[in-house]
């Protein structure tokens, strides 16, 4: 199995794809001729041509909407936000148009598209580069949303999404685009969307995280076992709508503590509901009150005081203690 990094593991999906099914498109700004401001696309536009990999104007709302078109006409398309800040002009063709087509046609027509955009902080980028909006999509009905944490389960979670048949906003954490490299089988690996991972398997703490939090929290979790003896069950969430409630559910049942790590705002994110999940269906079994680690809510800090402002492994550690300790 050759080793990867997340980048080089997402162009293989969408190479992959493309050379599968003639009806994938990828599109967007600076996608083709320049490979994507990531080289995410690098080597498409020569293997697949100017018509399957086509650069677009600087229009967000027009990169969805044309999207939108292309899927309803037969196509897959897989258009790319060049950053996540930049998507929000996307979000009326998204949420009135792509989100809503299978209801709206009471099942006649379906929207398979994919939206594509790296998103987080840690790599010193500038205002609109560095949110982490994940919650924000989720809360749109018919939206799938996905975050892959590392090489293979990006390769594996793009080959499901795009193969869905309704639309999907596939988050990118770019401070794991290049930080390292996994195994990524050569054979075809496809991973169902809307189903976390349990990454370890414990008895005493369940810790839920995703995307580039995933990193920080491997590091706190083994620093705690190790201090404490202790086994902690480790969840990847991958998907953060539709929610695999249920994975997380079990797991406090059996340990009967909780704490979830997310990089977003602590108000109104993933973390939130995660909890009022617990509380609906796990409240008796709980020892603890779920701990959470968060950004704070405020603006994301230009790069001279992000580091500061992300969840580091030293904060997922003391709430892991924190929580072990109630």
């Given amino acids: 199995m050759a080793k990867l ?35 995410v696309t690098d080597g498409l536009h020569d293997k697949f041509g100017e018509k399957r990999v086509i650069d677009t104007p600087l229009a967000e709302s027009a990169i969805v909407g044309a999207s939108i078109g292309m899927a309803m006409a037969g196509l897959r398309p ?3 936000m060049q950053f996540s800040g930049f ?3 996307s979000i009326p063709q998204l949420e009135g148009n792509a989100s809503r087509m299978r209801a709206r046609t009471m099942g006649k027509w379906t929207c398979p598209l994919v939206l594509r955009m790296p998103y987080g902080g840690a790599v010193r980028a500038l205002e609109h580069h560095s949110e982490s909006r994940e919650a924000m999509y989720a809360t749109i ?11 293979r389960n990006a390769r594996a979670l793009m080959l499901a999404a795009i193969r869905d048949p309704d639309p999907v906003v596939f988050m ?7 930080a390292f490299r996994e195994e ?6 496809v991973r169902e969307l809307g189903k976390a991972q349990v990454v370890q398997a414990g008895t005493d703490l369940t810790v839920v995280a995703w995307g580039a939090m995933m990193r920080p929290t491997l590091k706190a979790v083994d620093l705690i076992q190790k201090k404490r003896n202790i086994t ?6 991958l998907t953060i709508a539709p929610m695999d409630a249920d994975t997380i559910v079990e797991s406090v049942k059996k340990t009967g503590r909780c704490v979830v790590v997310q990089e977003a705002p602590r108000s109104f994110g993933a973390s939130s509901e995660i909890v009022a999940r617990i509380n609906d269906d796990a409240l008796l079994y709980l020892e603890a009150p779920v701990g959470r680690v968060t950004n704070y809510d405020v603006v994301t800090p230009y790069f001279g005081r992000e580091m500061m402002y992300l969840p580091d492994e030293q904060r997922i550690a003391r709430s892991l203690e924190e929580t072990l300790d109630f």
């Fill in 172 to 178: 990118e954490p770019k401070r794991s685009y290049r």
């Fill in 141 to 151: 009905p018919g939206v799938t949303v996905v975050i892959p944490s590392g090489p």
């Fill in 5 to 39: 990094n997340m980048v080089q593991a997402i162009n293989l999906a969408l190479t992959e794809e493309m050379a599968n099914d003639e009806n994938v498109i990828v599109l967007g700004e600076d996608v083709g001729v320049d490979g994507g401001v990531f080289r």
């Fill in 87 to 89: 998507s929000y002009l």
């Fill in 184 to 189: 990524v089988p050569e054979e075809e690996e």
């Fill in 78 to 80: 897989v258009a790319e």
């Fill in 232 to 237: 902690i069950e480790l969840i990847d969430l």
